[in-house]
């Protein structure tokens, strides 16, 4: 079954300073990933998608994930900080199922930033 | 921009009372979706639809039912809330021929 795995419920950084949070997926064929985030009191915001083109792929503010099938993962990075980026962050992938595309989500993880 | 909006941000309801959520979308989409999300366990599926009067169970869809009368609009309905629904509801809308799912801003409902 396919899934997702965050690696890390919560992540603090100070602003400035690299952002990396961890994600390893379960898929039987190769799959569809996003990343989604979501500020407190807003609703989710799509971050970037991979649908099997290029591996390294550049989303809003910044970010960008690179996925590799070896280690089965789909990190997210950011070179550097901003408070503004403090959020919930959602790994997620998709699952064809019954004709239709399904949305497995992670735990999520919460980043922190300090001044 | 995609605008899908919810009817309440904060709602509180007692045990055994019906409650009605609503979902709109502005973007002519043909899918919509009902999701709860709680700590630790991300979004869980609660039910979708694909299609104006038609629904299909999600993951968790105990204790729930939907309504889809018109294709921008789709309605989460707890029969008779139990405090074990206290969570947030996020709606989401997706076009037939993408795979991205646009979400609502969330209604967090606590039931007393």
């Known amino acids: 079954a396919q899934s997702v795995t965050q690696l890390d419920s919560h992540v603090s950084v100070s602003e400035g300073t690299p952002v990396l949070l961890r994600c390893n997926y379960s898929s039987s064929y190769s799959p569809s990933l996003f990343w989604y985030v979501q500020h407190p009191n807003k609703g989710l915001q799509l971050l970037l998608k991979?649908?099997?083109?290029?591996?390294l792929v550049k989303g809003i503010n910044g970010f960008e994930a690179e996925f590799k099938k070896s280690e089965t993962s789909f990190h997210l990075t950011k070179p550097s900080a901003h408070m503004s980026d403090a959020a919930e962050y959602f790994c997620v992938v998709i699952v064809f199922s019954g004709g239709y595309n399904k949305l497995i989500f992670g735990a999520g993880t919460r980043l922190a930033v300090h001044p | 921009d995609v605008k899908v909006t919810q009817s309440s941000r904060y709602l509180v309801k007692r045990t055994g009372e019906k409650v009605f959520l609503e979902c709109v979308q502005d973007m002519d989409h043909e899918n919509m979706f009902w999701y709860r999300q709680d700590p630790g366990l991300g979004l869980r599926l609660i039910y979708f639809s694909y299609d104006v009067k038609m629904k299909e169970k999600g993951d968790i869809p105990e204790g729930y039912s939907v309504s889809r009368e018109k294709k921008e609009r789709f309605s989460l309905i707890l029969e008779s809330a139990s405090t074990n629904q206290t969570s947030m509801y996020l709606c989401?809308?997706?076009?037939?021929?993408?795979?991205?799912?646009?979400f609502g801003p969330g209604t967090r409902l606590t039931v007393l």
């Open positions: 991979y649908t099997s083109a290029a591996t």
């Open positions: 989401a809308s997706e076009g037939a021929t993408t795979d991205t799912q646009y």
